[in-house]
Every structure is written in C-alpha cells, then in structure tokens.
C-alpha cells in the first residue's frame, strides 16, 4: 500500500475526485461497480464496496466489504478511507472479518437446551418459539414488580446507546456491563479531577506522549492512536512509555521504565513535584479552572485564599515525592524518573498522556495512577489544548434517537451494591457473589452478549456454579454468533451478526475530531442495490442469523403485544402505526433528527442522510476543537439557571428528573468572578479538581488528592525469598482480543502460543529455562503454564497474555479452531479440576484450511484460579496477582488447573470488607455526576435501607 505525505482525509462528494492520502483504495464513485483482477484468475471483476465498521476490537475502524456482483458473496475486507478514525488502514484484526463470516463453526440457528443446563445438549427451534418464552419470562416479572430480575450482560457492546434505550423502555434497571474487568480503575482516576472518564490525547501535535502501556499496538483505540502516535515521532516528538514489559510500543520509546507493579503514581508524582518546584507550571490555567480554594479551605485553613498560597503550600506537600523516594518504590534509577520529568516539563502544553487499563487495572488504588498521571496534564496546562490531553466527550458523539422512554425509579442492588457508591460502573465480577449472599434476589432473565463471563472474568467457577443454579438464574439467553465456554450453560443460544451482518453506530476519541460510524449488514445493502425484497437481516446473513437491533424490537413487541404495558410504543413505526420500526426507518429518524451536520452534508451530495452513511459509512461532525471549557453557554443553555455561591450554574429540579448521562442534574455551567458563563467541566464544581470532595465526603479523605496508593502487590507484599513474584495476567497480544476473535482462522496462524513470560535471570535462578512447565500457585488454586525465559520483563514479574486457554468439554459444541477438549470436574467440597484431553488438531469442515491447522496449543485458562479483587472505590477488579512458582510437579501437565470455590468465596469476603459503604450525603445511594448507564429519576438515588 503506497501512502503519501498528506495523509488525512474527508469524505468527498459523489463524482469527486479527491485526494485519498491512500492513493491505491478506489474513489467513491467507483464503490457501488468496482473492477478488479481476480486474486486466483486474474481475471477482471466486479465489486460493490460497501462500508461497515469492523467489530473485532473496541477501535470501530472502517472497513469496506468486497461484495461480489454476480452471487453478492463477500470477497474481502478492506480499510474504509471515509472513517476519520482509521483513515483506511486497519490492523490484522480488520481483515480477518472475513473469517468469522465464513465460519463453518458459526451458530446458524436458534437453539434451546435440552437435558440439564450445562450438559451442551441443544434443538433447534424457530425464533418465534424463541421470542415467545423469553418475551412472555420478562412481561411475567414487569408486570409482578420484579424488574430487577432482568438483566442484559453485555462486554464490549460495538454499539452506543441503543441497549440502554431498550432496557428504559421496559423500565428495568438491568444493563450490567465488563467495565470492571477492563477500565474502572483508569475511569475512576480520571472522572474525579473533571467528571469526564476517559482520555482523548492530541498525539499528532504533541511534543511529548506518555503512555502507560503499550497503547500503539495493544492498547485503548490502538490502530487509530498508533497512527497518529506514529506521526508525532516523525515530526520530532518524544515518547516515554512505562510498562513492566518490553512491549511493541517500549521498543519505539525513547524512554521505557518498567516500575514495580503499582509504584506508577509514585513516579508521576515526582514528576509533579518537580514541576512545582522548578516552576514548570501554567499558573493562569490552575488559577482558572482548578479548584484550589477548596483544596486550601479543606486542607490549610489557615492560609490565605490566594493563589500564591495554594502554590506554595502545593510545593510543600509534594516536596517529599524526590526522584530518590520514587525510585525506591519503583524499583528504577533515579535518573529515568529524572528523564521523564524532564521530557514532560519541555512538552509544555504539549503534552499527550494516556492509560485505559494497565497498572490502572491491575492494582488495588489503581485510580490513584490515573489521578497522578492527569497530575502532570493540569500542572502544565496541557489539558484541550493542541498536543494535550482531551476528556472523552469533546472528541466523542453519540446519536441518541429523538424519543426516548421516559426514566424508571428502579434501583437494583445486583447491579449497584450499597458498598460500592462510588464504582466505575456495575459490579459485574461480583454477580455469582451477590446471588449467593441470599440477600439481594436473583436473577429470572439474563442475557449475556459479546460476552463470555465464566472465561473472561477471575473466579469462573464461581461463575459456573451459578449458571448451573436456576434457582439463582432463572433463565439465560447467550447473544452470539460463535460457541463460547458460556454458551453451554446457556438455555438459549441466539445467532447474532458478526460485524458486516448489523446495524450499530459507533463513534470513539480517537483525536481531535468528532466522527459517528455506521456498521451496517452488508448483504442487506448489496440486496437493496439489486432490487432483490427481503423483510429483515435474517434474509440476507447466513442461516437464521439475525441482527440485535431487529431482535430486540421482536422482543419488546413480544413483551407488550396490545401496548399495555406502554412498552410497544417505542418501538412502533411512525410511518406505517400498529406495525414495528424497520432498521431503515429507525436510522432514517436518527440521522435527520440527532446528528448536527449531516443533514446538510447529505443534501449537498444528493442523498438522504441514510443515504450517505451507507454510501460512505462515516460523518465528521467537527474537527480540530479546543478549550471547550471554555466555551460560552447559549441563551437557551441558560434559560432559568442561576449561580450558586461556588459560581456553577444550575436549573431547578425535582425528585422526578433524570440526572445527565454525566454531570450533576441541574448543572450547566460555570459563572467564573470576571462574570463569563462557560460550560466548564462536568466535575461538582465544574472545575478540574485537585481536591476530590467527592472523594472526601464519600468516606476516602485520605485519598481527596493525587496521591500513592500502595498497591496488593507492593514490593513489601512480595516475599522473594519464598519464590513469590507478581503475575500480570492483563496484557493483550495486538492481533487478538479476547475470546471474539477466536474464530479467525488469520489471526490464529498469527498467535498460537501461550507462554508465561519468565525474566531470564529469575527463571535461571530457579532452574527454569524456555519450554519448561512451571506451576503457578494463586490464593483459590494454581495452573501450569510453560515458561519463556526473555529479558523483556523486569524482574520480580511473570506475565501471560490476556487471549487464550480456549476449552469446550467432550460433546458440547466448541469453537476448533482455539478451543481445546478438556475433562472438567467438581468434587463435593468445591475443589475443581481442569484438565486438556486434547490439544488443537486439524478438523474436516466446509472450509479446506480447518484440515491445514499445524498449531496444537489452547493455552490456559489462568483467570479461573484469579479470586475477585475489587479495588473498594473504583471497583476495578485488580488484576496483578500474588503467585507462587515451582517446577511443575510429577503428575502436572501443560494447562492444569484446579481452584478451592471455598477459598474464593473467602477472598470475596475479605476485600468486601475493606469497602466503606454508603449512603453518602443526602441520603444518597451515588453521586448523581458520575456516569450510570440506564439513569433513573432522581428519587431512584436515595437509599432506603
């Protein structure tokens, strides 16, 4: 692929000759007839392009699918050069769609157990009988008042806003998300310095990038980042990445520390204070926006309320943070600490930091990182400015549909314990704990989607144990396309589309610039430009294969099939009454009414705004925009609001408003004393805050500011002598993700192994050298792993990564091409035993290449032996672990693994009893700022006891 100088790109107009950057994808008025030479033939032929968006990891890139004219079967997947995003290049993972479409393994049909859950015994049956048993479930419980029985699992969801939208029409409090196995920690750190709770970093014009983590190829939006982090080298930028690995992205760092695991903050906070007391500052950027007078007003009251103090006494406090101090935490020279530092003061405002898991993830107080690396953002001013550091929302846009189902008043203890007010978001790990706590009711309808919870989750077997309990789950449904270790233990499993078989829109904070992507089913698409009828998605994809989108509007028809309920009419046509919402009618709406721009853009093509999202499947809504804290409200954002004594802006409300998806209900801005009303931040005070009060008043004062959390896994936790080490078990390789991508034959071929990574020194200590079996010994159980002895992880840790130890049972359905065959056992006391019968092995099946397979490992399945480790603020579970190694014992073979459910029931207990439960002030069951996925009205938020 040739690519030129000038590489970013906007959508053209139809007939428009632009320059692509990418000069050899075709033109856009080419996409609907496309010749090109056949790969095998080399003859001509011909392509419809049509745009969806690929789904194999959380970046939504462009893709563009080869459709083939004469039998409309999907050739190929490209880049989209149309997505603002990706800008048509895509990672390994972006091609290998074309895999999982053709997948001779996929789930065809709607199947329903037969025989015991568990036993991996299904029929097939229609989806009407489907929607019918399921439908009638959940209208049982809405109309007992049990709503908190249903509840929708999801992992990571490829869509933005539509769930949420279903589960408030059925008026039930049930979105239970992952978050807390991937980002909680990192959300927390951030949403309490601005009530945003992720990052968006201007690499491209930065002048120095700070990751932690391998973030180009592994990590958060990494193809997208790695672009543009990419760019900002080669025009001169300096990059510093910590991470306990030599990972891809620490290769191409002019500055890698790897620290002990859980000292991170302590490193940023010697930057910090070395920033203060140079004076490496912006201090009218922290006058304006950071909440210093609450910082001295709560910490040094007797202080003058004056800046000048606040710096001095700011010095002061941090001046213990020495670059000596610090290394002796991490672990490191002084002298890298002191490199850093320096990189960071030169960068000025230039400054482009970012984490998402990492150390975030994998310590308890991981948050604290996050809270100390946004430190340095603040200090120097490099927070929405060119080369900075944007919160989320300003590079981020979701379509909501105009009409929405008005707010419920439910609260579910499931989902939202009162010893976690301030977690970031559901407790999702804890569901089997908190069903078998007795006390919080169970659940009567879960569906689980993009989501396998005994696999990617620590503590599966407690997870196993409940989904074979109906009288804790009475009923689960498995949305997905391929065979999971969860879907065994489902009652149905559903087929649902793969990334070109449905529609979703996407939009991540890849960059300066706001996009909305379209992922559309392109079969359906191809079928419409042909002339040929259908009636839904199933039409089109392969087998029975239906769309989520048109399954959940089935089901909600089924729920309330006469409108009782006041359910039907949300999903109701508006065009054609007493009928259901077709897809194109619902995006029809949605495009016209509640995305700025497109309309316009659309008319000036010629097209419909559907129109043009499916000629070209993504919009730009805006680009290259900053400072928007300061941007000044309109008269209508004004409109009744009125200053409190701390300047914020607020309308009046009742106990019947639904707080904002973010920000305190009521708030709008910030009046600031030279009397400019902006919009601010969407933090308490509408400021960036230094001081928590959140924090403080929540029950963590001693944690108000940025600070060092000494992490489970300290160096002071960790005895050597005894062959302990740390395990970081969440790194991921960059062309696998999860169990999602199991079922790419392309990816597999990339990475089939599944070593521990084993620093050379310590492994030589130990007698341990490359290819050797090591058993590894948690605090539930143990597994057996093989060793890699490398000089790519710092000493003291052994790592695994976060995308193998595939299993299914014998005769149950499985994916072959990743799973291995296993003998699963349970003793009485609940001792469990894993053990592989059968490694991987070529197989016979439509397609050829399943005979060609030359790869045998299925990895191990670590996070079974992994207890709960819920950091008692944010949430996240911490995933670093303290281990125990040895050689593996006589009777030990490569992915053994057994686990004491007892012992993991008494760590639950443990680390629930280092929480501080609510309510907080007000009665309050959860700050009303901090991000709720399905938001009830406001009297939801009080606890009642």
Not at 58 to 84: Q, T, W
Not at 429 to 436: C, M, S
Not at 506 to 511: A, D, L, N, V
């Amino acid at each position: 692929m040739t690519i030129e100088k000038d590489t970013e790109m906007t959508v053209p107009l139809p007939g428009q000759r632009t320059r692509w950057g990418l000069s050899n994808y075709p033109p856009p008025e080419e996409w609907d007839r496309h010749t090109q030479a056949d790969p095998k033939t080399r003859e001509p032929h011909d392509y419809m392009l049509i745009p969806t968006i690929c789904f194999n990891c959380e970046s939504s890139c462009g893709l563009l699918a080869y459709v083939d004219h004469d039998d409309l079967s999907i050739r190929k997947f490209e880049g989209n050069p149309a997505h603002p995003g990706s800008r048509g290049r895509n990672c390994a993972k972006g091609p290998a769609t074309i895999n999982q479409v053709h997948d001779p393994e996929r789930i065809l049909h709607p199947l329903r157990r037969v025989g015991e859950r568990g036993s991996g015994k299904f029929e097939q049956v229609s989806w009407e009988e489907a929607l019918a048993d399921i439908g009638g479930r959940i209208r049982k419980a809405i109309v007992e008042d049990r709503k908190d029985e249903v509840m929708y699992h999801v992992g990571r969801p490829g869509e933005d806003g539509f769930a949420e939208r279903v589960l408030q029409a059925w008026g039930v409090d049930g979105h239970n998300s992952h978050t807390n196995v991937c980002s909680s920690g990192g959300r927390t750190g951030y949403t309490h310095w601005m009530g945003f709770d992720r990052p968006s970093p201007d690499y491209a014009n930065a002048k120095t990038i700070v990751l932690l983590s391998s973030h180009l190829e592994t990590g958060h939006y990494f193809n997208p980042h790695a672009q543009r982090i990419m760019e900002a080298k080669k025009n001169g930028a300096k990059v510093a990445v910590l991470d306990l690995r030599l990972s891809n992205t620490a290769s191409h760092a002019d500055l890698w520390i790897a620290p002990w695991p859980g000292s991170e903050a302590v490193i940023f906070l010697a930057v910090a204070s070395y920033l203060l007391r140079e004076g490496k500052i912006d201090r009218a950027f922290m006058e304006r926006w950071v909440n210093w007078d609450v910082y001295l007003e709560r910490l040094h009251p007797d202080a003058p309320v004056e800046f000048d103090a606040f710096i001095e006494r700011l010095t002061e406090d941090y001046a213990h943070y020495t670059f000596e101090y610090a290394a002796a935490e991490a672990h490191v020279d002084a002298a890298q600490i002191q490199a850093l530092a320096e990189m960071v003061a030169e960068a000025g405002t230039a400054l482009a930091t970012h984490t998402w898991r990492s150390a975030t993830a994998g310590n308890l107080g991981g948050w604290q990182i996050t809270r100390s690396m946004f430190f340095l953002n603040v200090l120097t001013g490099a927070v929405g400015t060119p080369g900075g550091t944007h919160p989320n929302g300003w590079d981020k846009f979701i379509a909501h549909f105009p009409e929405m189902p008005p707010p419920n008043e439910e609260w579910s203890e499931k989902l939202w314990p009162i010893e976690y007010p301030l977690t970031t978001n559901e407790m999702s790990i804890l569901l089997p704990h908190l069903l078998k706590d007795g006390n919080r009711g169970k659940v009567d309808v879960y569906f689980s989607r993009v989501y396998n919870p005994l696999w990617i989750n620590p503590d599966g077997f407690t997870w196993i144990d409940v989904l074979t309990d109906e009288s804790k789950i009475g009923m689960h449904v498995a949305l997905t396309p391929t065979w999971s270790e969860s879907a065994t233990f489902a009652d149905y499993v559903l087929p649902m589309g793969h990334a070109s078989e449905r529609h979703d829109t996407m939009s991540f904070e890849t960059h300066t610039s706001k996009w909305l992507a379209f992922r559309q089913p392109v079969m359906r698409v191809a079928m419409d430009k042909q002339g040929i009828p259908y009636t839904d998605s199933r039409d089109a994809n392969p087998g029975e294969v239906w769309e989520e989108n048109e399954f959940w509007f089935a089901l909600s028809w089924e729920i309330d099939p006469d409108g009782e309920l006041g359910i039907r009419q949300w999903f109701e046509s508006r065009e054609h009454p007493g009928e259901r919402m077709t897809m194109d009618e619902y995006y029809d709406i949605l495009f016209n009414k509640s995305v700025p721009g497109l309309p316009d853009a659309a008319a000036a093509a010629g097209l419909t705004p559907l129109e043009y999202m499916r000629k070209f499947g993504a919009f730009e809504l805006v680009k290259d925009q900053y400072r928007l804290d300061e941007r000044p409200l309109t008269e209508a954002e004004l409109d009744g609001a009125t200053p409190d004594a701390n300047g914020v802006l607020r309308k009046p409300v009742t106990e019947e408003t639904q707080p904002p998806l973010v920000g305190e209900a009521g708030a709008v801005g910030l009046q600031h004393k030279d009397g400019s009303k902006v919009f601010g931040w969407l933090s308490p005070s509408r400021k960036l805050e230094i001081f928590s009060t959140t924090l403080a008043d929540w029950g963590w004062p001693e944690h108000a500011m940025p600070n060092y959390f000494e992490s489970h896994v300290s160096a002071r936790n960790i005895d050597r002598g005894n062959d302990e080490f740390v395990l970081m078990p969440n790194f991921r390789l960059p062309t696998m993700i999860h169990t999602r991508s199991g079922n790419a034959k392309y990816l597999n071929e990339i990475s089939n192994t599944h070593p521990l990574w084993f620093n050379a020194d310590d492994a030589a200590a130990m007698g341990l050298k490359t290819g050797d079996l090591a058993r590894v010994s948690t605090e539930i159980g143990h597994f057996v792993a093989r060793v890699w002895a490398t000089e790519a992880i710092r000493p003291g840790v052994v790592g695994m990564s976060h995308h193998m130890g595939r299993w299914h049972q014998d005769g149950h359905p499985g994916s072959r091409w990743v799973m291995g065959k296993v003998d699963l056992n349970r003793n009485d006391d609940g001792i469990w035993k894993l053990r592989y019968k059968e490694g991987i092995k070529p197989f016979t099946s439509d397609d050829p290449d399943s005979e060609r397979i030359y790869w045998d490992d299925p990895g191990v399945h670590q996070n079974l032996t992994f207890p709960v480790q819920p950091d008692p603020v944010s949430g996240m579970h911490c995933w670093h672990q303290k281990v125990r190694i040895e050689k593996a014992h006589p009777t030990d073979q490569y992915g053994d693994v057994e686990v004491d459910t007892n012992k993991a029931r008494e760590v639950y207990q443990r680390w629930l009893s280092m929480t501080r439960p609510g309510p907080g002030p007000d009665g309050l069951r959860r700050p009303e700022f901090m991000m709720r996925h399905v938001t009830p009205r406001r009297k939801a938020y009080h606890y009642q006891g």
